[in-house]
């Protein structure tokens, strides 16, 4: 956790996949049978992990962009974006391109960010991160924002309660927290490409601008003080202090007092799938999300939300898991994810733009290449956790849900009682 506080203090803000560079054309082609519609006939050689790295494989197989989702794009190519400001204090690891040394390891850390890619945001600007330092005392000396009341809509409907797509609709609208594109953030999606091609299509960030003061609203600045828990090295055990299941315990009862969580809630207490007791689903929620399991052959090497949130690099090279906007932004700006474009939809037609709020993109982690990966912009971390787990308790593989005005798959994969991976695919 110390990592991120302190390498993030000064940091200058602007304003999922199988087959990487490395490997040859005839394993690359596999995402072209994808995107195509074709069947991914890769086997994996994990057993326990077959169906989570077979949705990563597929993830691009259904993405499709609609009309009402996105509209021409209208902007023209950015020029590089000019050079974030020198990252500075001290920093808990260097990462060297195509190096992960993982949280526990120090050793030859030279204080300062090792850039991998060539881009940077524009606009620079600061985090404030001097609060993220009292995330680590126990919750119950910790400030919580108030409780947020809004009655009568926080109760399902019954037609939420029959059907998912309402329940899943009714959270979008309940995201106080989600932020506006052009208001709050800008991105420059670049230009787009098939998964298989190896040209970077994205002359700039995805990221051009981001407000300062999204990491104020106390569920982001939680959010993000997880992030640098985890040894990013899929198989390898993961040693949890006190102080981050403080952090984590924390995140819960933050998230517990948001209009999305509250909903959820209800709406699983309705169904009697968890306890009505609110404290007990805080303890519920907090063993779903975080609570290790076996991932890469390894016991306590991974959690629902180091897979789905913060992203994992498999032996073989790849990288899976790593659905999540904030800690995109967050690492690009550090210069360890390049952004490479967005990826086509099957059916040629409307290209997402600076507004489309599920975007489907390529990019290198640290140098590793994931061809294809999915991710909602701007939406909040209590949304993000409430959409998934509410289609994890009620939903099956395939959840075809409305969020605004965006068609949208919620992939889920179980892993017995646990939550293997989930994340959104665009639909027409």
């Given amino acids: 956790m110390e990592g991120l506080i302190k390498g993030l203090l000064d940091v ?10 490395s490997r040859d054309e005839r394993s690359r082609s596999t995402w072209a049978e994808v995107v195509s519609g074709e069947d991914d006939k890769d086997q994996d050689l994990d057993r326990d992990r077959s169906r989570w790295n077979r949705q990563e494989q597929n993830q691009g197989k259904n993405d499709q962009w609609g009309s009402e989702c996105s509209r021409p794009s209208r902007r023209p190519q950015k020029a590089v974006h000019e050079e974030s400001e020198e990252i500075e204090g001290d ?6 391109q195509n190096q992960w040394h993982g949280k526990d390891n120090e050793e030859g850390s030279n204080d300062g960010w090792t ?15 001097d609060q993220w330092n009292g995330y680590k005392r126990p919750p119950s000396e910790q400030d919580y924002s108030e409780d947020v009341e809004l009655g009568a809509s926080l109760v399902p409907s019954e037609l939420e309660l ?18 506006t594109p052009g208001k709050d953030y800008e991105i420059d999606i670049g230009e787009g490409k098939k998964v298989y091609q190896k040209e970077d299509m994205a002359q700039g960030s995805l990221f051009s601008w981001l407000s300062k003061d999204v990491f104020r609203r106390p569920t982001f600045s939680r959010f993000c003080s997880l992030l640098d828990n985890y040894n990013p090295n899929e198989g390898a055990k993961e040693v949890v202090t006190s102080e981050e299941r403080q952090e984590q315990d924390a995140f819960i009862e933050e998230i517990s007092r948001t209009a999305p969580i509250k ?36 016991f306590g090497s991974s959690s629902a939300f180091e897979h789905v949130f913060v992203g994992e690099i498999k032996r073989e090279g790849d990288v899976s898991g790593f659905h999540n906007w904030v800690q995109f932004y967050l690492e690009e700006v550090k210069g360890r994810v ?47 956790i409430a959409l998934y787990t509410l289609c994890f308790y009620v939903g099956g593989e395939d959840n075809h849900i409305q969020l605004g005005p965006c068609p949208v798959n919620i992939k889920c994969y179980r892993f017995g009682e646990r939550i ?9």
């Fill in 12 to 21: 200058a803000l602007g304003g999922d996949n199988r087959d990487n560079d």
């Fill in 420 to 428: 293997g991976s989930v994340f959104p695919v665009a639909e027409s």
């Fill in 338 to 384: 390049d952004y490479q474009g967005f990826i086509f939809p099957r059916r040629r037609g409307e290209i997402p733009d600076s507004e489309t709020q599920l975007l489907t993109i390529q990019f290198e982690w640290n140098g590793v290449l994931k061809s294809v990966s999915s991710t909602l912009v701007g939406v909040s971390p209590e949304f993000e």
């Fill in 91 to 96: 920093k808990k690891d260097n990462y060297g």
């Fill in 162 to 179: 029959a059907d998912l797509s309402n329940a899943c609709y009714k959270l979008w609208e309940l995201d106080l927290n989600r932020l």
């Fill in 263 to 298: 909903y959820l809630h209800k709406y699983l207490a309705l169904k009697g799938m968890v306890s009505e007791n609110y404290q007990d689903f805080k303890r519920t929620m907090t063993s779903l999300w975080f609570d290790l399991y076996r991932r890469g052959g390894t």
């Fill in 115 to 129: 850039t991998v890619g060539k881009k940077s945001p524009r606009r620079p600007q600061k985090v404030q991160t």
